[in-house]
């Protein structure tokens, strides 16, 4: 039998050796990136409910303060320590030491989760710094380099990042204590619709193709704004000037999500017909190759076939005709159908990550019900999470830090029992979410 058990044990040895040990070499790219793998650690530790227990005092106070040493002093932060030059930095140095609008979020969100209210944090600075960063079509760039310029956009997971700022920085508080410009909410939004594809989901841009990570990102902004049905309030899509999110758009977007849940693990499964043939491109020229005369009067222009419609006869065609009785792909064997990931793009095998892009993408639609809770699960937990604790990617992968807090983070969508509820929006706890928000309040208290 499978084996589909939530080993909690195996998970938080897991988390514990990633936040007290020194990682893997192959994270060493990502040491510019080191806020990012912080809120992973420790927002898991938390969704298994077990940071303040299996952490002290003294060492979270320390975290805090790491992270508030990537604060960059024009606003936002830094993905780690290792950029800034402090009192070495001038004005000619300074293009190398930019904050970035992802680990900003990463650096708010791991503070959160760790308890910290965000008083420190350089509120209007920031705010004024994302406000920068946002583009004359909605999208923001990444970060700020010489002489103001922006760095990057047109992502929808920028998007996604300087909105979940905003929504932290600007938690109850007013604009006009704040006494900073918000961002062009419509030109954001009029950019999110503008992404949606004709299959339903959102590419990270407009004309790309849709994918379920951008479509989180995109969906996620969205309840951010307030500006999905369940989840609007004083910036209620009603009001006049207002964009409004669409009934047809969210029901292409959920059904678009819906088809994404697969029990494909593997490329060999596809029954792709063009395997058995040799790669109809025409016109390719080896090394070593010299064209006849015939070949120099038409030239190199490559000539395209779409399978399916050729203007070619039968016999000239690059690959030989299908045989009428080639036998039809074989059905996938029954205990297959048990497990069912999710991919994040047409035509592609499931992956962890996709089980919360997809299933929190549906969490905050309020549409949980329509995917088949079940065979996820059995997917997560018979095919890819490790033995040693963790998520792989795909079967068999060993665990890394972002699938591991994502599978994590998909069960907690799906409400697992031996896992704090998790606010998909934030894609953190509810416990830390809450935390925020009782801070922000009481900050509110002490300066009325």
């Excluded at 929006?425 to 979410?433: G, I, K, P, Q, Y």
């Amino acid at each position: 039998m499978f084996n589909s058990t939530f080993n909690k044990a195996q998970h938080i040895k897991y988390w514990l050796r990633c936040l007290k040990t020194h990682l893997p070499n192959q994270y060493t790219s990502n040491d510019s990136q080191r806020t990012t793998l912080a809120f992973f650690i420790v927002s898991a530790l938390d969704l298994l409910g077990v940071l303040h227990e299996r952490t002290s005092e003294a060492e979270r106070a320390a975290y805090i303060d790491w992270i508030y040493r990537c604060q960059h002093p024009d606003g936002g932060f830094r993905g780690s320590t290792g950029t800034n030059v402090g009192e070495a930095r001038n004005a000619e140095n300074s293009c190398w030491d930019p904050a970035n609008v992802a680990a900003t979020y990463f650096s708010l969100a791991a503070l959160t989760v760790l308890g910290d209210g965000l008083q420190m944090v350089r509120r209007g600075k920031c705010l004024k710094w994302i406000k920068a960063l946002q583009l004359a079509d909605g999208s923001f760039g990444e970060s700020l380099g010489e002489s103001g310029k922006v760095d990057g956009g047109r992502d929808l997971r920028f998007c996604y990042c300087a909105a979940a700022v905003r929504w932290m920085l600007r938690l109850g508080s007013h604009d006009e204590e704040l006494d900073v410009a918000d961002i062009d909410v419509e030109a954001l939004v009029g950019f999110i619709t503008s992404s949606q594809t004709y299959e339903g989901g959102i590419g990270k841009a407009p004309f790309h193709e849709a994918h379920a990570g951008c479509t989180y990102c995109g969906i996620a902004t969205f309840s951010l704004l307030g500006r999905l049905p369940r989840t609007r309030g004083k910036e209620s899509a009603s009001a006049a000037g207002k964009t409004e999110i669409t009934s047809g758009f969210l029901e292409a977007v959920t059904r678009w999500l819906v088809y994404r849940q697969t029990s494909l693990t593997q490329e060999e499964d596809f029954p792709v017909l063009m395997d058995a043939f040799p790669s109809p491109i025409l016109n390719q020229r080896t090394p070593g190759h010299h064209a006849s005369t015939e070949e120099d009067k038409i030239g190199l222009e490559p000539i395209f076939h779409v399978q399916g419609a050729s203007l070619d006869e039968p016999e000239n065609l690059p690959f030989p005709p299908i045989a009428p009785q080639s036998p039809p792909p074989p059905e996938p064997p029954v205990d297959e159908l048990r497990f069912a990931g999710f991919n994040g793009r047409c035509n592609k095998v499931c992956d962890t990550c996709y089980s919360f892009w997809v299933g929190g993408n549906l969490a905050i639609l309020q549409k949980v019900h329509l995917f088949n809770f079940t065979a996820n699960r059995q997917y997560l937990l018979s095919k890819s999470q490790h033995l040693i604790g963790g998520f792989g990617k795909l079967p068999g992968d060993v665990p890394d830090i972002l699938h591991s807090y994502l599978g994590l983070a998909a069960l907690a969508a799906m409400r697992e029992a031996d896992l704090r509820s998790i606010d998909p929006m934030l894609c953190m706890s509810v416990n830390a979410r809450e935390g925020l928000e009782n801070a922000a309040v009481a900050a509110a208290t002490a300066d009325g």
